[in-house]
């Protein structure tokens, strides 16, 4: 029996990129806005249309915590957040001079929760120096513009990290990267879009855009003098080079992995088993999938590991289950997350999974409850 891996990286061939690599050395240019990094930014912005300006960065730790710190109220310190979600995003909050406030998730979208955000709003208004949405598992927030309309009212910039979205669509056909004050993704090598390591800031401001990118190169102008809190947050030429080679032909792969997602609907919804809402028009590197009950999950990853098929569980712990952040302060209860966390499971959902792969993962789940 062949084991199905949680996760490959895909990355491009090396045959592809060496070409890259050899103009690289010619020209002797391997970082610091080299012409394969503006190409990329370029292509990019070009995807998601809606005249969005690009800027990428290392990997999308940085890309928030510049945009965070460029963005935000300097003379406040609370952020609403979703507790739903990666360490990194109270990591970058934090090192920005931020405090992270956990917000709970809603319960069919796994969005955050918009209601208690807005009621955390309403006490500490004076207090919030912005709102960091998160969209996830990449998938576009459906009430992005009740989002908007609440970040207007109160005043406060709104940062989307939107890390494993790129390429993803909300259900009235408009690409992820267009909204909020900008948005951020991550081509982590995990991720569907994946060079390694890499990230990108997008934003409709222009200006806004010209900041980040000097600020990730130590906040230098034109002139080499240091204008901001910058710091090395620059994505190297073969990452860009490599970028570039993944967007060529990663339309076909989204093609392809869409297929696999809606096979796993398909015959895990009959038993049980919950989505993501909108999920499906999510372009995610592994699917996430809700059991019944906790008991499920714990069988089912004792099958798993039978059967030779790797899992998760994303996000589990949560952010308030995490040493590092045990001292957060909360908006409310936490409940959604905590129930959610307790019976959610990570499969595979890899571009070359065949529809007996699924078979076999799909059997795994039946065997566990009850079918
Ligand atoms: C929601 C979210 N934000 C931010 C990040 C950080 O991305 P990067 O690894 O590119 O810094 C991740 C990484 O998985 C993530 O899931």
Not at 65 to 92: G, Y
Not at 249 to 257: G, I
């Amino acid at each position: 029996m062949r084991r199905i891996p949680f996760l490959t990286p895909r990355l491009p061939e090396p045959s592809v990129v060496a070409r890259d690599y050899r103009e690289i050395c010619e020209t002797g240019v391997f970082t610091n806005s080299g012409p394969f990094e503006g190409r990329f930014a370029a292509e990019l912005a070009r995807w998601i249309g809606r005249d969005v300006e690009v800027a990428v960065t290392a990997n999308a730790t940085v890309g928030i915590q510049l945009a965070c710190k460029t963005l935000f109220h300097r003379d406040r310190r609370l952020v609403p957040v979703a507790s739903f979600t990666a360490a990194a995003v109270p990591l970058a909050l934090i090192w920005s001079g931020f405090e992270p406030v956990l917000i709970d998730i809603e319960p069919k979208t796994w969005q955050p929760d918009l209601r208690m955000a807005e009621r955390f709003l309403q006490r500490e208004v004076d207090n919030v120096a912005g709102i960091l949405l998160t969209s996830t598992f990449g998938t576009a927030n459906a009430a992005i513009d009740a989002w908007e309309t609440l970040a207007t009212r109160y005043g406060v910039p709104l940062v989307i990290d939107s890390a494993a979205g790129f390429a993803s669509e909300y259900s009235w056909g408009e690409p992820l990267g267009g909204r909020g004050d900008c948005e951020i993704f991550s081509f982590h090598a995990t991720k569907t879009m994946a060079i390694g390591e890499g990230g990108a800031v997008v934003s409709r401001d222009h200006g806004f855009i010209r900041q980040i990118n000097q600020l990730k190169n130590f906040g230098f102008d034109d002139y080499r003098r240091s204008w901001g809190l910058g710091q090395n947050g620059k994505l190297p030429e073969l990452a860009s080079a490599m970028g570039i080679r993944q967007l060529e032909v990663f339309k076909d792969r989204l093609t392809k992995r869409q297929e696999v997602l809606r096979w796993y609907i398909t015959e895990l919804e009959p038993l049980g088993c919950a989505f993501q809402s909108d999920g499906s028009l999510g372009v995610p590197a592994f699917v996430s999938v809700a059991l019944p009950s906790q008991r499920h999950r714990e069988e089912l990853r004792m099958k798993l590991d039978e059967v030779e098929v790797g899992w998760r569980a994303y996000f589990n712990p949560p952010i308030h289950g995490h040493p590092a952040f045990a001292e957060l302060q909360r908006a409310g209860d936490l409940a959604v997350t905590d129930d959610l966390c307790g019976r959610i499971i990570s499969l595979p959902l890899d571009d070359w999974l065949t529809q007996a792969d699924v078979g076999r993962i799909v059997s795994a789940v039946g065997c566990v409850v009850g079918h």
